[in-house]
């Protein structure tokens, strides 16, 4: 499978964006799709997760209640709406797909990455 993010760019504190992960390839049904994280210096670290056919979402402490993750089955994309934005946000955001037995958010757990997006929140 390969997995093509976009939708990064340029906001102001406050501000929103929406990233879209399209998938090629074999079908997504039933793999966890994930959105991790990367700023300069640090480890990449999970955002959102969200199982492909049950529809359950899982998010970091960081980011609950402003991002939100979804999927749209019959393009084969996931989405992550990220509302209220910070600086703090500021970083290249990577989707990957996780497992299809088991649920998992580690970072580990996921075999196929997208190029990454950039998210830049200004102060």
């Known amino acids: 499978v390969q997995l093509q993010a976009c939708g990064g760019g340029l906001v102001q504190a406050g501000g929103s964006l929406r990233l879209s992960c399209a998938a090629s390839g074999r079908t997504l049904s039933d793999y966890v799709m994930g959105w991790f994280r990367q700023s300069p210096g640090k480890e990449r670290e999970f955002v959102a997760a969200i199982r492909w056919s049950a529809g359950y979402t899982d998010y970091a402490a960081s980011v609950k209640g402003r991002f939100t993750v979804s999927r749209d089955n019959a393009k084969k994309t996931v989405y992550l709406q990220m509302n209220s934005l910070k600086p703090e946000d500021t970083a290249v955001y990577y989707c990957?797909?996780?497992?299809?037995?088991?649920?998992?958010?580690?970072?580990?757990?996921?075999?196929?990455w997208g190029q990454g997006t950039h998210v830049t929140v200004s102060s």
């Open positions: 990957a797909r996780g497992p299809r037995a088991y649920y998992s958010i580690s970072l580990a757990d996921f075999d196929a």
